[in-house]
């Protein structure tokens, strides 16, 4: 251990030249003394500034600081004892008004007497480290008068029934309150805390707990709502105007808790007033105010949600299944886009388009609408209904806003093939009889589909226009180079690509002669031109415009379909025909012919063949002549129109037939890349990655996924691994 | 429009202080009155402080080199006007004052002690104490 020298330097005393008299710190004292009660006696205008300074300073320098300290403790104590009597003594109102008074006393008297402390409280007090002057005044106020036995629980109790008192109606002096929480929050963030806010909170819940449980007894959803908003602002206000500003959050978390987080369940399946009621209502301004309110709390916006999508499900679920609503198509979708819309002004007017509630929609419509197997051909009728007339003198943009709700509606179906085919036939009427009304439109439409799906998807429908523009050019090629035509019947053709338009089954009609004339050398004409192809009438589609000359010599021109002119032109040879003889000239299918029969005799106002007997079916035995008394308005009579219709049981169980037989295709394809990317797979992983390749255009069956890799397996494009049976392998 | 200090020394002499001067004593500061009488302290001494007070008032930036070398000029007096700057600096409560005038004297209490040592043991060598102490610590 070495030994530290101590060096000891010593300054020459400094001589002070006041007289150390050992009675002066008693005089001193005595001065200050005095002075601290005229202060506190507002008396203060006679003292002298630097005189009192001046002998607090000679107090501290001769070391007689403690002195000095310990007597002003003292003094101020006992002043303090007094004033809390004075306190004690107010009567009522007066008791907070006379804290507050003697309070404002206090902080001014404490400031003079610090100023005239100052040198003891920047030398003597830091160096023994005890409370500077003001810290010592607060806390000395703390002390005797805050904690009071006869003050504390007196103060306490007269602010919360002041508080209470606002919250029943009444005004009170905010002002008053707000010097007092001042002063509470001066003494310290924990005098505030446990003389005022704890308790304060506790109460708070309390008096919340009782009027949420009155209200909700006796008030409906939305009043209720109404009711703790309203609670809600008031304690912000309250807090804005007297209270410490990180009070605002307990006490709303209190208001929250009591009034929402508690009833929130009940308020939610309120009957005739809850949450599905408002939905059903439209009543925005609730439904607003409910999402407001119950963001605050936790869960608050899954409990609405998930209320909001169940209801949805359900009514959608009824919606889809209600015979009624199936019987028409159009209405059926327009049903669902009207649903659609409430909803998606809901969740922007009232629920702040929140995206989680966005989803919950979404979910909802697609599980529904799924439900229904019907729904891909309902939407493609919905379309062309629109195509062919609804959007008749609407405008572009509003033709769009369509179209896009529409395409909103495809997104959900599952079974995206079943609406290709359907929109594919459909498409097909309305072109063939030219009653699209807007080209335009049908090409948005099918670019949509194109974003949405992919070319592949809409690769064939823009086959069918192309098909359309082509037939227009060959027409004029045909008329240009057979001039002697010209005074004939004019004929029209389309020239389909087989790939492109929907398969029909080929057809038996005989034309009538002129008619098969012009045809065969349209025939001649296309095959010279595009040698190697094969040309086959689809007599079930088109269409005649026809002359046609009555009894009385009122002329009409008719507009008929292929098969209707067919039974016409059989007139011009003979007065009565009958079925049997029809069917025979025509050999139109019995079907068909029953069909285009009916439409010509048995429909008013497109009467033009009368019927024996005068029944409504068509029977074997019946005889057709023509209506010599056929009146019309008209000039132009439309008859038969062949319009897409919602198919019949049967022609439904025929497409959906033809919709698996044209997946298991898709299926394989889809299979074999999967399989030639990976060489081995397992069963389950095949099915998988399969349903997710086709998931874009339906919902692939495992069970039909399954036969198509055992007809692979047949076939030698995929074989089993010999140990393992759910193992399998790719066959370059 | 800033106000005028009236500052009075013990022998009754009064100097007449610009606030801005004025503001840097805390005494002053908290007074209540334009007029303080500093005891104790002569008139010779007060001036000075009331010369320091102007030169610090004029320029703010303390950490200016000038003022530097001005108040290095300033507390270079010798050991008995300085204490009795200290205690007119203190009594007023101008920090930055009574902390230059202190840094002096400890300067001047630094200087004093070899000469001081070296004077009162003639045969101490302060080189040789501090080298025996060091390889006692090992070094």
């Known amino acids: 251990m070495s030994n530290q020298k101590k060096r000891n330097f010593q300054i020459e005393a400094f001589k002070h030249r006041v007289v150390v008299d050992p009675k002066y710190a008693d005089k001193t004292w005595k001065v200050l003394e005095h002075a601290i009660r005229e202060i506190y006696n507002h008396n203060a205008s006679g003292l002298s500034f630097e005189e009192l300074y001046r002998n607090a300073y000679n107090m501290v320098l001769h070391k007689y600081g403690e002195k000095l300290y310990s007597g002003l403790v003292k003094t101020m104590t006992c002043h303090l004892k007094e004033i809390s009597k004075c306190i004690e003594a107010a009567q009522g109102g007066m008791f907070l008004e006379e804290m507050n008074k003697l309070w404002t006393d206090h902080n001014k008297a404490l400031q003079m007497i610090r100023d005239i402390l100052m040198y003891m409280d920047r030398t003597y007090i830091p160096s023994t480290q005890k409370t500077p002057v003001h810290e010592l005044g607060l806390n000395l106020w703390r002390d005797n008068i805050i904690h009071s036995s006869k003050i504390q629980t007196r103060l306490l109790n007269t602010l919360l029934e002041l508080v209470l008192r606002e919250r029943t109606g009444d005004v009170i002096n905010r002002g008053l309150m707000r010097n007092i929480i001042k002063m509470l929050m001066d003494l310290g963030p924990s005098v505030y805390q446990e003389d005022f806010e704890n308790p304060f909170l506790e109460v708070s819940a309390e008096f919340y707990k009782g009027e949420s449980q009155k209200f909700i007894e006796c008030c409906d959803c939305g009043d209720y709502l109404k009711k703790a908003e309203r609670r809600l602002n008031e304690e912000l206000d309250r807090v804005t105007h007297y209270l410490d500003a990180r009070s605002e959050v307990k006490i709303t978390n209190v208001v929250e808790k009591e009034m929402i987080a508690n009833h929130m369940l009940r308020l939610v399946h309120m009957e005739n007033s809850g949450l599905v009621n408002m939905l059903l209502d439209d009543k925005y301004e609730d439904l607003g105010r409910m999402y407001n309110l119950f963001r605050r709390v936790a869960n608050g916006l899954s409990t609405i949600r998930e209320v909001m999508t169940s209801h949805i499900r359900e009514t959608g679920k009824q919606l889809v299944t209600d015979p009624e609503r199936l019987k028409d198509p159009v209405e059926f979708v327009q049903r669902l886009l009207d649903e659609k819309d409430k909803y998606d002004s809901i969740i922007k007017l009232s629920f702040n388009n929140d995206k989680t509630f966005q989803n919950g929609l979404n979910s909802s419509f697609e599980y529904f609408i799924n439900l229904n197997t019907r729904s891909p051909e309902f939407i493609s009728l919905f379309v062309d209904d629109k195509l062919r007339k609804g959007l008749k003198g609407v405008s572009e943009e509003d033709v769009e806003v369509i179209l896009d709700k529409v395409m909103m509606l495809f997104r959900y179906l599952q079974e995206k093939d079943v609406f290709e085919k359907y929109y594919k036939q459909h498409l097909a009427k309305r072109l063939l009889s030219g009653k699209t009304v807007s080209d335009d439109a049908e090409r948005s439409l099918i670019v949509k589909l194109k974003t949405e799906c992919g070319y592949q998807f809409t690769s064939k429908l823009e086959g069918m226009f192309t098909d359309m523009k082509t037939s227009q050019d060959t027409m004029q090629g045909f008329y240009a180079s057979h001039p002697e035509l010209g005074d004939g019947p004019t004929l029209t053709v389309q020239v389909l690509t087989t790939g492109s338009w929907p398969t029909q089954p080929s057809v038996t009609c005989n034309l009538p002669a002129e008619m098969s004339a012009l045809c065969e050398k349209f025939r001649s004409y296309y095959l010279g031109t595009h040698t190697g192809r094969r040309l086959s009438w689809q007599t079930n589609m088109g269409t005649a415009d026809i002359k046609a000359t009555f009894g009385k010599g009122q002329k009409h021109e008719l507009n008929v379909s292929t098969y209707q002119m067919c039974v016409l032109m059989l007139f011009n040879n003979a007065d009565r025909l009958n079925y049997k003889e029809i069917e025979q000239a025509t050999e139109i299918p019995a079907l068909d012919l029953k069909r285009c029969l009916q439409s010509m005799a048995c429909v008013k106002g497109k009467n033009v063949l009368r019927k024996e007997p005068m029944s409504k079916d068509i029977c074997e035995d019946d005889t057709f002549l023509v209506n010599e008394k056929f009146t019309s308005k008209l000039y132009k009579v439309k008859i038969g129109t062949v319009v897409a219709q919602k198919e019949s049981e049967p022609e439904k169980q025929e497409t959906r037939q033809r919709v698996e037989e044209d997946r298991k295709p898709q299926i394989e394809a889809a299979i074999v890349r999967i399989m030639k990317s990976r060489r081995t797979l397992d069963h389950n992983n095949v099915i998988s990655e399969v349903t997710k390749q086709l998931q874009s255009r339906f919902l692939a069956n495992p069970t039909e996924i399954k036969k198509r890799i055992e007809s692979l397996i047949e076939r030698e494009f995929l074989e089993r691994d010999g140990t393992d049976r759910k193992l399998y392998r790719y066959l370059a | 429009m800033s106000r005028v200090f009236k500052l009075k020394s013990s022998d009754n002499e009064t100097f007449e202080v610009e606030e801005a001067a004025a503001l840097l004593s805390e005494t002053i500061k908290s007074s209540s009155s334009t007029e303080i009488t500093v005891p104790n302290v002569k008139a010779e001494i007060l001036g000075k402080v009331v ?89």
């Open chain 2, 51 to 139: 010369e320091w007070c102007n030169k610090h008032a004029e320029s703010e930036d303390t950490k200016d080199q000038l003022i530097k070398e001005w108040d290095a000029e300033f507390v270079s007096v010798d050991q008995h006007v300085l204490f009795k700057l200290i205690t007119a600096a203190d009594y007023l409560q101008i920090k930055e004052l009574v902390d230059q005038l202190t840094q002096r004297v400890g300067d001047m209490i630094k200087a004093k002690t070899l000469k001081t040592v070296e004077m009162t043991y003639p045969t101490f060598n302060v080189e040789r104490e501090v080298q025996e102490e060091l390889k006692s610590l090992g070094f």
